[in-house]
């Protein structure tokens, strides 16, 4: 199928696009049947340097509902000056600007190359960016030391007119004014009081016009613009005062005894933080960026009482309901996000302490408005200070890969509705013809706000087809989703990114085969897990697992051929081989399985799994291993305990860990010091090779992983040894091992733990069979088993 | 002093008479007779005006010697007591004396003592120095030292007073006769008396003339004379029909005391009687006098003419009082050691010696005599009260109380009610044991605390202990006594300025900022220390707080705001505050900027609850106890705890609601107040109002907290500056203590009921206050609830516990004993009108709070006449029911309850505002005795009169129009203002000399400091007023009035001797309706 690998490829290229199928059942019944759904990872900001925005507006469908944009699919008459709309079939006037197009005088937009196309529109004024830095004091004196160095530092990285904010918090919140001469001012809150948004700006001085208190006379008394200009200032007219402004932040002053947390009121310090951008700078590009060395203490969304003998939650606890903070801190949060991502600002999140944070109950802040979550054990780590310079990288263009405040709308033809996205986005409740009453993931709408987002943010989207069984569609027929962002580019230049892609339809009775070789089994496993760790979020943990257990039984059924009663008979396409093995791995991942992770991390995770592009995504899924020895060049090799050998070095990629792990000959070797002699260059170069290589993956990763150098019998080597298919040292965990075992013959040679899925798979179907109905008879026709 | 005037006998009032008929209040005019003990005598003696000089010699008291000397005492003269005295100096005085008789004669009961307690015979310094040349006083004293009480031995020969008196003469004798009397006990008085001979006994006829002598303050004017007196007299006896003279007995000491007035008690207790009564000495006086007082002649005339109208000059007069003790008692020192000595009047000025009880500058009593039983004490009506300054300055010569440390397990205390160990404890079994004289309870000695007794059932080291010999020491408190058994962090100072716009735009927060800036230097500190202990903070605030940061780290200040006015916390701990010289700097720096930042402000608006709340919870999150000065310029409007309304209605004066202007509109600050007090959170509050903020409210938590409360009405910075530094500086500066908790104990058989004052009680013991300064005082009533022993007398301890500027925790002990008696006189001989008036002022300015103010004037005028009523009927001689008379100690009641009933609070004039009164309310609730007196007496005095070459004041006058001349230029001053009145007949050349101008005309009114001019008559002038300036709590305000300008009106409030235009009854006037009420009650 290198055709549609290639055909694949090629559209993630051009269109940021990779459909779970690319060839779509025509039907609903046959939809469902397929298992996976028809979906699609987005990744609307995809970077694209060889495509010129243009400058003028989009031409749209004068339909009210549907407003599509104009693009290469549309039939168009030139003569008449007329098009047609690919999604309601409208027929629409050219505008005038367009009076002189013919067929060889065509605009971009109706060049099939460009079935992505960025506008440049002229809307409203613009505003600069806008950071808000939210700086916890209540660290130890290092720790902020590094911070208040790194904030510094981050000043220079922010563009000239970019205007900038600080609020530091400890037992009491300050939002300090950065216009001052001579003594710097600050409006000091309280910690344990919530406030709304209209205390906040009164208490700010934000809502009276034009009542500059104790501003300086003499210099800005005309033209103070905005009030807030107060605390949120241009970074080129403040820098040196922000400048010392941290250089002079101190610990939180207020003492705290032994046996106590200190008191730190970051669900306060949010809530003014929202507060004050929501009453200056609504629906503009703005980053609320919060660094916390711990969690929060007191007040609204304290997740943790300040004596240290209790400790903070852990999953246990939320499992036997024993969190007595967690359900109301969430509450808080929640809101706020919600707050913030209708003024489509952005909060990021910087946690780095030892102990768990409260990521669990902030998580929302940073998932539903496309906000970074960093997570690390001190501000003081070069994993902190280079993800946080990281933030402020540039792109290609030389532009920073930030984007704010999008608006993801969908729209697709008639036979397919939306069912929802999952992403770090909030739902606009845009209700219309193109939406599903089935809701996956958020659903319900056909517009996302995306608040803050790069080139690699990626959305999944979930299509339902609602084309009945009896009318089916013509062959040759081609369904088609367009995907309008519009959105805040970091230059403030509000532009729109039109997507506009189709697929065919195809009998999924007749034509199995076709859409069987269009399965994206990469997109599709990315897509299911998802939809898996979506669920996770809610449901209890083994729920999801049977969960995605069935949907794989049931995709192998569909697709796999075997004979009855004969595990060793079964096969599937190659389109689908590697798809079990994904999930297999999936199941393991700690997206799925909090065993071992507190809280924070499984929220650390799941936020970036949420986010990231395929490919990363699969890495997450699926760590990648490689080997490095004299025996060859280096290889990618099994993610199993086989594949540590003594003679090699192994490099593995977990996207949140790099690990280089030496055999215990090597590690022998290189006490040995064999590397520093002349003749045995080869063997440095031999351990060199896999540092440049992390070296090379850390270069562009984001958030930066732990970076962990270890050897055979080293105490870092968990990292690896957690990770690998543990099928040489004992049997794998699951309740029906016994079955599988291990032993089972392979069926495809490369991959020892994708038979033991298989056979598991197998052993389960017979289960099933017995036990159906126990489990369900619903999922799964009995008559269709084996 | 007892006046007592008679009249003219019976028609008091002259209207039935037909003579008088149009007199109804010539009655007063008769002569009043003081009949009273020392005070008198110095009354007396000054009294006369005329005698100033010569006189004196009259009055010598003599004082008995103490215990058995006396006999020889009496009869002896001595020499001049002078130099006798002098070399006792210290000791004492003494007057021994009997008891019964005049306090300062208690001696003979404290002989007893003597002997056991230390306290060194008593002296009566006062009289003596007077007296002392002349009669030479009496008494000897004891040295303290010794104990000895040493030879009574002197005596003083009334002969000496014979020199002005020398025609009475009769004198002598009489001295002698009582001596020979025998009863010791009176001769003492006789002494003093002797001088004069005059008994006059009936006095009204000759009385009256005598009043003419107005002179006669001293006024003995004893109406009845009735000889009988003599039995009754120390018996006290029964019979009814002597009863009077008993009474009278007693009195008749007192009488004696008029030293002036002839001497009385010459005449052996008969002759006391009259003295009670007595005209007889004035006019004994006066004929001598005559001549010599001017006002003499007017006698002669008056009496004349006496019909239609008292004259003036007959009635007790003040001045006269308070001429005749300073003159009598201001020589010598005032001595503690004689249990039940009424000290000198507070306008004289004397030095007093600490040997067993507490300096009148610390406690003064109604009474220095209680009525052993409730019965008594409710038929006198005298209330009992002491006014209790615990941290009073005492002047250079005197020494602070001492500290004493009496180790780890703290101070020695009685093991029942606690009282802390004094100089009454008895030691028994030994050293082993004492017993407590205030409950009976025994106690262990610890063992560290032991010590042997010498042959007379002392302590060997009697006189190395602080707690043993004195009347006030300190105990250094142990950390039992800190709260939350920590010893407490230094004191802060938390400067809060409005920065409104009211306030910057009268340039009032760039006058605070500057002067902050120097004042800062002079925070008190303790002892010897280098610097200030104290820490300071800044806040500024109108709508919201501004908190600053002025940590000595910073290259710059930080600024706080705090916006959450509704839910008041503190911003930051570390840097807000600070020692002043490590944050130098930084301070000066901020200081120098809060104006700038501010000067465009437009906020109207303030808050004033947040911003207490504000420094208490600086001051908790600090851990220590503090003082927060405010300075606030408007209603606090602005939403926020404690906003309040406009409320002031001037509508409701007069009716039955028009105590709700008094009490505050919320309950807000009393709670606000409580948790100051619980932290020890003072508050200090500066007001610079343009219109009504609501003084009742605002002040309620610096009231409750025991903070000051200043107020600048229409505050303009020219001339209200250097009154408004003044008094910051010295609020500043003065010293405090912090977090205190006083209780008041008392010996069985009375106890402390009711308690005036700024401060907060949280049960019916304990006053708590947040801060008390040295300005502050405390007035504290007693009940009986038991009897009392004449033996024992009644003994005070009042402990206060506090934190010094420097954060330590102390205990202050002032330790009284006072006497008490069976026989009213001896209440009446032994009272002191001044601390009376404080009382009656402070108890009817509560009383506005919940009564209407009619029935609160009406209390006041009933208690009054029952008082005198009470005296007339149990203790004056008798006479005819239309004398007026009046014991010696309280002749001035009159007079003084008028200015009460006159003032601002009790009877308001159009131009007084409601936040004017409750100001003045708030501010005579802390008052001590001095400025209560002066307060509703203001000091009149004749500038043009002054000598410029010496450095005494001119002689004060009474405060009516009618003594002032057209010619002259006066000042009167009454604690808050000066007035500088000058005549339309002025010399051009004075007032070149004082104001540098040519003419009356060119006179500016709107001066508030006289120019400085080169000369003597400028410089005599602005020494008074700068000596005025260093005697009061406060800087008084400078008003130039020139007569017959508007301003005028203003200064006549302030004559309090004249009818007033708000309806206040002139004194004549006042008097005539006292003796009305008197007569009734009595028929």
């Given at each position: 199928?290198?055709?549609?690998?290639?055909?694949?490829?090629?559209?993630?290229?051009?269109?940021?696009?990779?459909?779970?199928?690319?060839?779509?059942?025509?039907?609903?019944?046959?939809?469902?049947?397929?298992v996976v759904?028809?979906?699609?990872?987005?990744?609307?900001?995809?970077?694209?340097?060889?495509?010129?925005?243009?400058?003028?507006?989009?031409?749209?469908?004068?339909?009210?509902?549907?407003?599509?944009?104009?693009?290469?699919?549309?039939?168009?008459?030139?003569?008449?000056?007329?098009?047609?709309?690919?999604?309601?079939?409208?027929?629409?006037?050219?505008?005038?600007?367009?009076?002189?197009?013919?067929?060889?005088?065509?605009?971009?937009?109706?060049?099939?190359?460009?079935?992505?196309?960025?506008?440049?529109?002229?809307?409203?004024?613009?505003?600069?960016?806008?950071?808000?830095?939210?700086?916890?004091?209540?660290?130890?004196?290092?720790?902020?030391?590094?911070?208040?160095?790194?904030?510094?530092?981050?000043?220079?990285?922010?563009?000239?007119?970019?205007?900038?904010?600080?609020?530091?918090?400890?037992?009491?919140?300050?939002?300090?004014?950065?216009?001052?001469?001579?003594?710097?001012?600050?409006?000091?809150?309280?910690?344990?009081?919530?406030?709304?948004?209209?205390?906040?700006?009164?208490?700010?001085?934000?809502?009276?016009?034009?009542?500059?208190?104790?501003?300086?006379?003499?210099?800005?008394?005309?033209?103070?613009?905005?009030?807030?200009?107060?605390?949120?200032?241009?970074?080129?007219?403040?820098?040196?005062?922000?400048?010392?402004?941290?250089?002079?932040?101190?610990?939180?002053?207020?003492?705290?005894?032994?046996?106590?947390?200190?008191?730190?009121?970051?669900?306060?310090?949010?809530?003014?933080?929202?507060?004050?951008?929501?009453?200056?700078?609504?629906?503009?590009?703005?980053?609320?960026?919060?660094?916390?060395?711990?969690?929060?203490?007191?007040?609204?969304?304290?997740?943790?009482?300040?004596?240290?003998?209790?400790?903070?939650?852990?999953?246990?606890?939320?499992?036997?309901?024993?969190?007595?903070?967690?359900?109301?801190?969430?509450?808080?949060?929640?809101?706020?996000?919600?707050?913030?991502?209708?003024?489509?600002?952005?909060?990021?999140?910087?946690?780095?302490?030892?102990?768990?944070?409260?990521?669990?109950?902030?998580?929302?802040?940073?998932?539903?408005?496309?906000?970074?979550?960093?997570?690390?054990?001190?501000?003081?780590?070069?994993?902190?200070?280079?993800?946080?310079?990281?933030?402020?990288?540039?792109?290609?263009?030389?532009?920073?890969?930030?984007?704010?405040?999008?608006?993801?709308?969908?729209?697709?033809?008639?036979?397919?509705?939306?069912?929802?996205?999952?992403?770090?986005?909030?739902?606009?409740?845009?209700?219309?013809?193109?939406?599903?009453?089935?809701?996956?993931?958020?659903?319900?709408?056909?517009?996302?706000?995306?608040?803050?987002?790069?080139?690699?943010?990626?959305?999944?989207?979930?299509?339902?087809?609602?084309?009945?069984?009896?009318?089916?569609?013509?062959?040759?027929?081609?369904?088609?989703?367009?995907?309008?962002?519009?959105?805040?580019?970091?230059?403030?230049?509000?532009?729109?990114?039109?997507?506009?892609?189709?697929?065919?339809?195809?009998?999924?009775?007749?034509?199995?085969?076709?859409?069987?070789?269009?399965?994206?089994q990469?997109?599709a496993a990315?897509?299911m897990a998802?939809l898996g760790?979506?669920?996770?979020?809610?449901?209890?943990?083994?729920?999801v697992l049977r969960w995605l257990d069935r949907q794989l039984i049931r995709l192998c059924q569909k697709f796999g051929?075997?004979?009855?009663?004969?595990?060793?008979?079964f096969?599937l396409?190659?389109?689908f081989?590697l798809y079990p093995q994904f999930m297999f791995h999936l199941r393991?991942?700690?997206?799925?399985?909090?065993?071992?992770?507190?809280?924070?991390?499984?929220?650390?995770?799941?936020?970036?799994?949420?986010?990231?592009?395929?490919?990363?995504?699969?890495?997450?899924?699926?760590?990648?291993?490689?080997?490095?020895?004299?025996?060859?060049?280096?290889?990618?090799?099994?993610?199993?305990?086989?594949?540590?050998?003594?003679?090699?070095?192994?490099?593995?990629?977990?996207?949140?860990?790099?690990?280089?792990?030496?055999?215990?000959?090597?590690?022998?070797?290189?006490?040995?010091?064999?590397?520093?002699?002349?003749?045995?260059?080869?063997?440095?170069?031999?351990?060199?090779?896999?540092?440049?290589?992390?070296?090379?993956?850390?270069?562009?990763?984001?958030?930066?992983?732990?970076?962990?150098?270890?050897?055979?019998?080293?105490?870092?080597?968990?990292?690896?040894?957690?990770?690998?298919?543990?099928?040489?040292?004992?049997?794998?965990?699951?309740?029906?091992?016994?079955?599988?075992?291990?032993?089972?013959?392979?069926?495809?040679?490369?991959?020892?733990?994708y038979?033991?899925i298989i056979v598991c798979i197998v052993a389960v179907l017979?289960?099933l069979?017995?036990?159906?109905?126990?489990?369900?008879?619903?999922c799964i026709?009995?008559?269709?088993?084996? | 002093?007892?006046?007592?005037?008679?009249?003219?006998?019976?028609?008091?009032?002259?209207?039935?008479?037909?003579?008088?008929?149009?007199?109804?209040?010539?009655?007063?005019?008769?002569?009043?007779?003081?009949?009273?003990?020392?005070?008198?005598?110095?009354?007396?003696?000054?009294?006369?005006?005329?005698?100033?000089?010569?006189?004196?010699?009259?009055?010598?008291?003599?004082?008995?010697?103490?215990?058995?000397?006396?006999?020889?005492?009496?009869?002896?003269?001595?020499?001049?007591?002078?130099?006798?005295?002098?070399?006792?100096?210290?000791?004492?005085?003494?007057?021994?004396?009997?008891?019964?008789?005049?306090?300062?004669?208690?001696?003979?009961?404290?002989?007893?003592?003597?002997?056991?307690?230390?306290?060194?015979?008593?002296?009566?310094?006062?009289?003596?120095?007077?007296?002392?040349?002349?009669?030479?006083?009496?008494?000897?004293?004891?040295?303290?030292?010794?104990?000895?009480?040493?030879?009574?031995?002197?005596?003083?020969?009334?002969?000496?007073?014979?020199?002005?008196?020398?025609?009475?003469?009769?004198?002598?004798?009489?001295?002698?006769?009582?001596?020979?009397?025998?009863?010791?006990?009176?001769?003492?008085?006789?002494?003093?008396?002797?001088?004069?001979?005059?008994?006059?006994?009936?006095?009204?006829?000759?009385?009256?003339?005598?009043?003419?002598?107005?002179?006669?303050?001293?006024?003995?004017?004893?109406?009845?004379?009735?000889?009988?007196?003599?039995?009754?007299?120390?018996?006290?006896?029964?019979?009814?029909?002597?009863?009077?003279?008993?009474?009278?007995?007693?009195?008749?000491?007192?009488?004696?005391?008029?030293?002036?007035?002839?001497?009385?008690?010459?005449?052996?207790?008969?002759?006391?009687?009259?003295?009670?009564?007595?005209?007889?000495?004035?006019?004994?006086?006066?004929?001598?006098?005559?001549?010599?007082?001017?006002?003499?002649?007017?006698?002669?005339?008056?009496?004349?003419?006496?019909?239609?109208?008292?004259?003036?000059?007959?009635?007790?007069?003040?001045?006269?009082?308070?001429?005749?003790?300073?003159?009598?008692?201001?020589?010598?020192?005032?001595?503690?050691?004689?249990?039940?000595?009424?000290?000198?009047?507070?306008?004289?000025?004397?030095?007093?010696?600490?040997?067993?009880?507490?300096?009148?500058?610390?406690?003064?009593?109604?009474?220095?005599?209680?009525?052993?039983?409730?019965?008594?004490?409710?038929?006198?009506?005298?209330?009992?009260?002491?006014?209790?300054?615990?941290?009073?300055?005492?002047?250079?010569?005197?020494?602070?109380?001492?500290?004493?440390?009496?180790?780890?397990?703290?101070?020695?205390?009685?093991?029942?009610?606690?009282?802390?160990?004094?100089?009454?404890?008895?030691?028994?079994?030994?050293?082993?044991?004492?017993?407590?004289?205030?409950?009976?309870?025994?106690?262990?000695?610890?063992?560290?605390?032991?010590?042997?007794?010498?042959?007379?059932?002392?302590?060997?080291?009697?006189?190395?202990?602080?707690?043993?010999?004195?009347?006030?020491?300190?105990?250094?408190?142990?950390?039992?006594?800190?709260?939350?058994?920590?010893?407490?962090?230094?004191?802060?100072?938390?400067?809060?300025?409005?920065?409104?716009?009211?306030?910057?735009?009268?340039?009032?927060?760039?006058?605070?900022?500057?002067?902050?800036?120097?004042?800062?230097?002079?925070?008190?500190?303790?002892?010897?220390?280098?610097?200030?202990?104290?820490?300071?903070?800044?806040?500024?605030?109108?709508?919201?707080?501004?908190?600053?940061?002025?940590?000595?780290?910073?290259?710059?200040?930080?600024?706080?705001?705090?916006?959450?006015?509704?839910?008041?916390?503190?911003?930051?701990?570390?840097?807000?505050?600070?020692?002043?010289?490590?944050?130098?700097?930084?301070?000066?720096?901020?200081?120098?900027?809060?104006?700038?930042?501010?000067?465009?402000?437009?906020?109207?608006?303030?808050?004033?609850?947040?911003?207490?709340?504000?420094?208490?919870?600086?001051?908790?999150?600090?851990?220590?106890?503090?003082?927060?000065?405010?300075?606030?310029?408007?209603?606090?409007?602005?939403?926020?705890?404690?906003?309040?309304?406009?409320?002031?209605?001037?509508?409701?004066?007069?009716?039955?609601?028009?105590?709700?202007?008094?009490?505050?509109?919320?309950?807000?600050?009393?709670?606000?107040?409580?948790?100051?007090?619980?932290?020890?959170?003072?508050?200090?509050?500066?007001?610079?109002?343009?219109?009504?903020?609501?003084?009742?409210?605002?002040?309620?938590?610096?009231?409750?907290?025991?903070?000051?409360?200043?107020?600048?009405?229409?505050?303009?910075?020219?001339?209200?500056?250097?009154?408004?530094?003044?008094?910051?500086?010295?609020?500043?500066?003065?010293?405090?203590?912090?977090?205190?908790?006083?209780?008041?104990?008392?010996?069985?058989?009375?106890?402390?009921?009711?308690?005036?004052?700024?401060?907060?009680?949280?049960?019916?013991?304990?006053?708590?206050?947040?801060?008390?300064?040295?300005?502050?005082?405390?007035?504290?009533?007693?009940?009986?609830?038991?009897?009392?022993?004449?033996?024992?007398?009644?003994?005070?301890?009042?402990?206060?516990?506090?934190?010094?500027?420097?954060?330590?925790?102390?205990?202050?002990?002032?330790?009284?004993?006072?006497?008490?008696?069976?026989?009213?006189?001896?209440?009446?001989?032994?009272?002191?009108?001044?601390?009376?008036?404080?009382?009656?002022?402070?108890?009817?300015?509560?009383?506005?709070?919940?009564?209407?103010?009619?029935?609160?004037?009406?209390?006041?005028?009933?208690?009054?006449?029952?008082?005198?009523?009470?005296?007339?009927?149990?203790?004056?001689?008798?006479?005819?029911?239309?004398?007026?008379?009046?014991?010696?100690?309280?002749?001035?009641?009159?007079?003084?309850?008028?200015?009460?009933?006159?003032?601002?609070?009790?009877?308001?004039?159009?131009?007084?505002?409601?936040?004017?009164?409750?100001?003045?309310?708030?501010?005579?609730?802390?008052?001590?005795?001095?400025?209560?007196?002066?307060?509703?007496?203001?000091?009149?005095?004749?500038?043009?009169?002054?000598?410029?070459?010496?450095?005494?004041?001119?002689?004060?006058?009474?405060?009516?129009?009618?003594?002032?001349?057209?010619?002259?230029?006066?000042?009167?001053?009454?604690?808050?203002?000066?007035?500088?009145?000058?005549?339309?007949?002025?010399?051009?050349?004075?007032?070149?000399?004082?104001?540098?101008?040519?003419?009356?005309?060119?006179?500016?009114?709107?001066?508030?400091?006289?120019?400085?001019?080169?000369?003597?008559?400028?410089?005599?002038?602005?020494?008074?007023?700068?000596?005025?300036?260093?005697?009061?709590?406060?800087?008084?305000?400078?008003?130039?009035?020139?007569?017959?300008?508007?301003?005028?009106?203003?200064?006549?409030?302030?004559?309090?001797?004249?009818?007033?235009?708000?309806?206040?009854?002139?004194?004549?006037?006042?008097?005539?309706?006292?003796?009305?009420?008197?007569?009734?009650?009595?028929?």
């Open positions: 199928m290198a055709t549609y690998l290639e055909f694949i490829q090629q559209n993630e290229e051009r269109d940021g696009v990779r459909f779970s199928w690319n060839v779509w059942p025509s039907s609903r019944l046959e939809a469902t049947r397929m759904p028809l979906a699609c990872l987005l990744t609307p900001l995809r970077e694209r340097p060889d495509l010129p925005p243009v400058q003028y507006e989009p031409v749209l469908c004068s339909r009210p509902t549907c407003k599509a944009v104009l693009n290469p699919l549309c039939q168009v008459d030139y003569r008449a000056k007329l098009w047609a709309c690919n999604f309601c079939f409208q027929r629409n006037q050219f505008p005038p600007a367009y009076a002189g197009i013919s067929e060889v005088n065509q605009p971009a937009e109706l060049m099939p190359q460009f079935s992505t196309i960025e506008y440049i529109v002229q809307r409203g004024p613009q505003t600069p960016l806008i950071f808000l830095y939210v700086v916890d004091t209540c660290l130890e004196e290092e720790d902020l030391q590094a911070l208040k160095e790194s904030l510094q530092m981050s000043l220079s990285l922010l563009p000239a007119d970019a205007l900038v904010g600080l609020i530091t918090f400890g037992r009491m919140i300050q939002v300090h004014e950065l216009s001052c001469e001579g003594i710097s001012k600050s409006y000091v809150f309280r910690g344990t009081k919530d406030l709304t948004a209209k205390q906040i700006q009164d208490m700010l001085g934000l809502s009276r016009p034009a009542v500059p208190i104790q501003q300086g006379r003499p210099l800005q008394a005309p033209e103070q613009p905005v009030i807030s200009s107060r605390f949120l200032q241009p970074v080129h007219k403040i820098d040196m005062n922000l400048t010392d402004l941290l250089g002079e932040l101190q610990r939180d002053p207020w003492p705290v005894t032994q046996g106590k947390r200190p008191l730190r009121s970051t669900g306060v310090a949010l809530s003014i933080a929202v507060g004050l951008l929501e009453g200056t700078f609504p629906n503009t590009g703005a980053r609320i960026m919060l660094f916390t060395g711990g969690p929060p203490t007191q007040g609204p969304g304290m997740v943790v009482g300040d004596e240290l003998k209790t400790p903070i939650r852990s999953w246990h606890d939320i499992e036997k309901d024993n969190a007595r903070f967690m359900k109301k801190a969430t509450k808080h949060y929640e809101t706020l996000a919600n707050r913030t991502a209708t003024n489509g600002h952005c909060i990021d999140i910087y946690a780095c302490a030892l102990d768990q944070t409260g990521l669990l109950e902030m998580k929302c802040c940073a998932n539903l408005t496309g906000g970074h979550m960093v997570m690390g054990d001190s501000f003081n780590t070069s994993l902190f200070k280079q993800t946080f310079q990281r933030v402020f990288n540039k792109g290609l263009n030389g532009e920073f890969r930030m984007a704010f405040g999008a608006n993801l709308e969908v729209k697709t033809s008639r036979e397919l509705k939306i069912a929802g996205a999952i992403g770090p986005c909030v739902s606009l409740n845009v209700k219309g013809p193109c939406v599903s009453e089935n809701e996956l993931g958020i659903g319900g709408t056909s517009q996302w706000k995306i608040c803050g987002l790069d080139p690699c943010t990626t959305l999944a989207i979930y299509f339902e087809v609602v084309n009945q069984h009896n009318a089916p569609i013509p062959q040759g027929g081609r369904g088609a989703v367009q995907f309008v962002t519009q959105y805040q580019h970091s230059s403030t230049q509000k532009r729109i990114r039109v997507t506009t892609i189709a697929r065919n339809w195809a009998d999924a009775q007749s034509q199995l085969q076709h859409i069987e070789a269009a399965f994206d990469e997109a990315v897509l998802r760790v979506y669920r996770a979020e809610s449901e209890e943990g083994p729920d051929q075997y004979n009855k009663d004969d595990p060793n008979s096969r396409s190659e389109s081989s393991r991942s700690p997206f799925l399985q909090v065993f071992n992770n507190s809280p924070d991390e499984s929220s650390y995770y799941r936020h970036h799994f949420a986010r990231q592009d395929l490919t990363q995504s699969l890495i997450m899924i699926q760590p990648i291993l490689y080997a490095y020895s004299f025996h060859g060049p280096p290889e990618p090799v099994l993610l199993d305990s086989s594949s540590i050998l003594p003679d090699r070095i192994l490099l593995m990629d977990t996207f949140f860990q790099i690990v280089i792990y030496l055999g215990e000959t090597i590690a022998q070797w290189q006490k040995a010091g064999y590397q520093d002699m002349p003749e045995y260059e080869n063997f440095k170069h031999l351990l060199q090779a896999p540092l440049d290589d992390a070296q090379e993956i850390l270069q562009t990763r984001f958030p930066m992983p732990r970076y962990v150098h270890t050897e055979h019998g080293g105490s870092q080597a968990r990292f690896l040894l957690s990770k690998v298919n543990p099928s040489q040292t004992h049997n794998n965990l699951y309740a029906w091992g016994q079955v599988s075992n291990g032993r089972a013959t392979c069926i495809w040679e490369y991959c020892k733990m038979i033991q017979f289960y069979i017995v036990f159906g109905l126990r489990l369900g008879a619903g026709c009995p008559a269709l088993l084996i | 002093m007892s006046v007592n005037q008679h009249t003219h006998a019976g028609p008091p009032y002259g209207q039935p008479q037909p003579g008088y008929q149009g007199y109804q209040q010539p009655a007063y005019g008769g002569q009043p007779l003081p009949g009273v003990p020392h005070t008198q005598y110095g009354a007396y003696n000054g009294p006369m005006p005329g005698y100033q000089q010569p006189v004196p010699p009259q009055g010598s008291v003599r004082a008995l010697p103490t215990s058995g000397a006396p006999p020889p005492a009496s009869g002896t003269s001595l020499p001049s007591g002078h130099q006798g005295y002098s070399q006792f100096g210290q000791g004492d005085v003494q007057n021994g004396i009997p008891t019964s008789t005049a306090p300062m004669q208690r001696p003979p009961a404290s002989q007893p003592f003597l002997p056991g307690s230390a306290p060194a015979p008593v002296s009566q310094p006062s009289t003596f120095q007077q007296y002392g040349p002349p009669p030479s006083s009496v008494q000897q004293l004891s040295n303290h030292m010794a104990g000895m009480t040493i030879g009574s031995t002197s005596i003083s020969a009334p002969p000496p007073a014979g020199l002005g008196y020398g025609p009475p003469t009769s004198v002598p004798p009489v001295s002698g006769s009582f001596s020979a009397t025998g009863s010791g006990l009176y001769t003492p008085y006789t002494a003093s008396q002797g001088p004069p001979p005059p008994s006059v006994p009936q006095g009204l006829p000759l009385a009256q003339p005598p009043f003419s002598g107005q002179s006669v303050p001293t006024q003995r004017l004893p109406t009845e004379v009735p000889g009988f007196a003599p039995p009754p007299s120390s018996t006290g006896i029964g019979p009814s029909s002597y009863p009077p003279s008993t009474g009278p007995h007693p009195g008749p000491p007192m009488s004696g005391l008029h030293g002036p007035p002839p001497p009385t008690h010459p005449p052996q207790p008969g002759y006391q009687m009259q003295q009670n009564g007595s005209f007889g000495q004035v006019r004994g006086p006066q004929p001598n006098y005559g001549g010599a007082y001017p006002g003499t002649p007017n006698y002669g005339s008056q009496p004349g003419p006496p019909p239609k109208r008292l004259d003036p000059d007959s009635i007790p007069s003040p001045i006269q009082v308070i001429e005749d003790d300073r003159s009598n008692r201001g020589s010598e020192p005032f001595v503690t050691g004689v249990r039940g000595q009424v000290p000198p009047l507070v306008t004289t000025n004397f030095l007093v010696k600490d040997q067993g009880n507490a300096s009148p500058r610390y406690i003064r009593c109604t009474s220095y005599n209680i009525p052993c039983t409730s019965d008594m004490a409710k038929q006198s009506q005298v209330p009992l009260a002491a006014v209790i300054k615990p941290l009073a300055t005492l002047p250079p010569e005197e020494a602070l109380p001492y500290l004493v440390d009496h180790g780890e397990s703290g101070p020695v205390r009685c093991n029942r009610c606690k009282a802390y160990m004094c100089p009454f404890m008895q030691f028994i079994e030994g050293g082993r044991r004492f017993q407590c004289c205030f409950c009976s309870c025994v106690t262990e000695v610890p063992a560290h605390y032991f010590q042997h007794l010498d042959h007379t059932g002392k302590r060997v080291d009697f006189y190395d202990r602080p707690e043993l010999s004195l009347g006030s020491y300190e105990f250094l408190a142990t950390v039992d006594y800190c709260k939350n058994n920590k010893f407490p962090s230094p004191p802060a100072f938390i400067f809060m300025i409005d920065v409104s716009y009211n306030a910057v735009k009268s340039g009032l927060v760039r006058l605070i900022c500057e002067e902050l800036k120097s004042i800062l230097d002079y925070l008190p500190r303790e002892g010897n220390m280098e610097e200030s202990a104290i820490r300071v903070g800044f806040v500024t605030y109108n709508k919201v707080l501004h908190f600053y940061n002025v940590k000595s780290s910073l290259a710059q200040p930080q600024m706080m705001v705090v916006s959450d006015v509704a839910d008041m916390f503190v911003p930051l701990l570390d840097g807000f505050l600070v020692n002043v010289n490590e944050s130098r700097t930084v301070i000066a720096s901020l200081l120098d900027q809060i104006p700038e930042m501010f000067a465009d402000t437009r906020e109207t608006e303030t808050v004033f609850g947040p911003v207490i709340q504000a420094g208490l919870e600086a001051l908790k999150a600090a851990e220590c106890a503090g003082k927060l000065f405010i300075f606030h310029t408007s209603l606090p409007i602005a939403e926020a705890p404690g906003k309040l309304k406009n409320r002031d209605d001037k509508k409701l004066i007069n009716t039955d609601k028009e105590k709700t202007l008094f009490q505050p509109q919320t309950s807000f600050y009393s709670n606000l107040a409580k948790d100051c007090v619980a932290q020890g959170c003072c508050v200090d509050l500066f007001l610079f109002p343009n219109q009504y903020l609501d003084v009742a409210t605002l002040g309620v938590v610096t009231y409750q907290t025991g903070g000051s409360i200043y107020k600048y009405a229409y505050f303009q910075l020219e001339t209200d500056q250097d009154r408004f530094l003044n008094d910051l500086r010295r609020d500043v500066q003065k010293e405090v203590g912090f977090d205190a908790v006083m209780r008041v104990r008392t010996s069985t058989g009375i106890r402390a009921t009711d308690f005036f004052g700024a401060f907060y009680m949280s049960n019916t013991t304990d006053v708590e206050m947040a801060g008390l300064d040295c300005d502050k005082t405390i007035t504290v009533e007693f009940k009986h609830d038991d009897k009392l022993s004449e033996d024992s007398g009644a003994l005070l301890q009042c402990a206060l516990l506090y934190t010094s500027c420097a954060g330590q925790r102390r205990l202050r002990i002032h330790n009284l004993s006072l006497n008490c008696c069976t026989q009213l006189a001896d209440l009446y001989r032994n009272c002191e009108t001044d601390t009376l008036i404080n009382y009656l002022a402070k108890y009817a300015y509560r009383g506005v709070l919940s009564s209407p103010v009619k029935a609160v004037r009406d209390s006041l005028i009933n208690q009054c006449a029952q008082i005198l009523a009470c005296y007339r009927k149990n203790c004056a001689s008798p006479s005819s029911a239309g004398q007026l008379i009046l014991p010696e100690c309280m002749k001035l009641l009159p007079v003084y309850l008028n200015c009460v009933l006159k003032s601002d609070v009790l009877q308001p004039g159009p131009e007084v505002t409601t936040d004017d009164r409750a100001y003045i309310r708030q501010l005579v609730t802390s008052m001590d005795v001095a400025e209560t007196n002066v307060f509703f007496y203001p000091r009149l005095l004749p500038l043009t009169k002054a000598d410029v070459d010496s450095d005494s004041l001119p002689a004060a006058i009474r405060n009516s129009e009618e003594r002032l001349s057209k010619g002259d230029i006066y000042l009167l001053e009454n604690g808050l203002n000066i007035f500088v009145w000058v005549g339309v007949n002025v010399q051009q050349g004075l007032i070149q000399n004082l104001f540098g101008v040519s003419s009356f005309s060119q006179i500016s009114n709107t001066l508030s400091t006289l120019p400085v001019l080169e000369n003597p008559f400028s410089k005599k002038v602005r020494s008074i007023i700068d000596m005025l300036h260093l005697q009061r709590s406060r800087y008084m305000k400078l008003i130039i009035v020139k007569q017959e300008d508007k301003l005028e009106m203003l200064f006549k409030h302030f004559l309090v001797e004249d009818k007033s235009l708000t309806g206040g009854a002139s004194y004549v006037d006042f008097l005539c309706h006292m003796h009305k009420e008197i007569r009734q009650l009595l028929s």
